[in-house]
């Protein structure tokens, strides 16, 4: 797969469940007919774990049942294949689910794949999934819309401060319940939250490379921009009359 290649994380979502999404080569109908039939396959065979409470399949007797997976074609260009998997850590709730009760925890992820308008996208929570086809078919918001077009070539990151503060305080606060870890949790609060709260007020970043990349591999220099908020009455004249885009510096 040519680049480029993204993994994006989402305060809707967890640590452990970005959403993957690369560009897969232009390839003519049976091509795709062909990588549609191999990622199916592989999806069915790597995704999964022991589900005790499974439906048996076909009668089969087999020992290590999974839940089945779903295969769901979304016009011509979108394939979309999903399995649940029981996990403590999943996102959705099993007493939620249709088939609550062939799983083996309380929580689950609906780990989902798609191939979509040239396009593998891939998560352990099917709402990224989603989402991500909804930019694809501008149905949702691309982030690439907000960045400065002859900058988005060259980004290689972007972060939402305010998002990125809430997903971590959530994590963490849920790696560290009160009834187990009362002492580290007392200091996440004194600590790490006050800091997290600070930096939720930051505009959006984003980290791009130099237009001329050296031809030989090496270190470069890197360039960080962020959305300048407007000052009001009294601001700073330089700063509120600069462009919203602007690179940052260590002194800022």
Same mark, same amino acid.
């Given at each position: 797969m040519p680049a480029p290649a993204a993994v994006c994380w989402y305060a809707k979502s967890t640590l452990v469940a970005p959403v993957f999404v690369a560009r897969?080569?232009?390839?003519?109908?049976?091509? @795709?007919? +062909?990588?549609?039939?191999?990622?199916? *396959?592989?999806? %069915? !065979?790597? @995704?999964? +774990?022991?589900?005790?409470?499974?439906? *048996?399949?076909? %009668? !089969?007797?087999?020992?290590?049942?999974?839940?089945?997976?779903?295969?769901?074609?979304q016009g011509a260009d979108v394939t979309v294949w999903q399995r649940p998997v029981s996990a403590n850590a999943g996102t959705a709730l099993t007493s939620k689910a249709s088939f609550a009760s062939q799983l083996s925890a309380e929580r689950y992820f609906p780990v989902t794949l798609a191939l979509a308008h040239g396009y593998l996208i891939f998560s352990p929570d099917g709402r990224l999934v989603d989402d991500t086809l909804a930019v694809l078919d501008k149905r949702y918001p691309a982030l690439a819309d907000t960045l400065a077009p002859q900058r988005l070539p060259r980004t290689i990151l972007t972060l939402t401060p305010s998002s990125a503060a809430a997903l971590i305080e959530r994590e963490a606060g849920a790696a560290l319940p009160a009834d187990q870890e009362a002492v580290f949790r007392n200091a996440s609060r004194t600590h790490l939250v006050p800091k997290l709260h600070a930096l939720a007020h930051y505009p959006p970043v984003s980290l791009s490379l130099p237009q001329n990349l050296?031809?030989?591999?090496?270190?470069?220099?890197?360039?960080?921009?962020?959305?300048?908020?407007?000052?009001g009455a009294g601001a700073?004249?330089?700063?509120?009359?600069?462009?919203?885009d602007q690179p940052g510096t260590e002194g800022d």
């Open positions: 897969v080569k232009t390839q003519d109908a049976a091509s @795709i007919a +062909a990588l549609k039939t191999a990622l199916g *396959k592989t999806f %069915g !065979s790597v @995704i999964g +774990a022991y589900e005790a409470k499974a439906a *048996k399949v076909d %009668g !089969s007797d087999a020992g290590y049942q999974r839940l089945p997976v779903t295969t769901h074609d050296p031809g030989s591999t090496g270190w470069v220099p890197v360039e960080w921009w962020f959305d300048r908020a407007k000052g700073d004249t330089s700063a509120t009359d600069a462009p919203a």
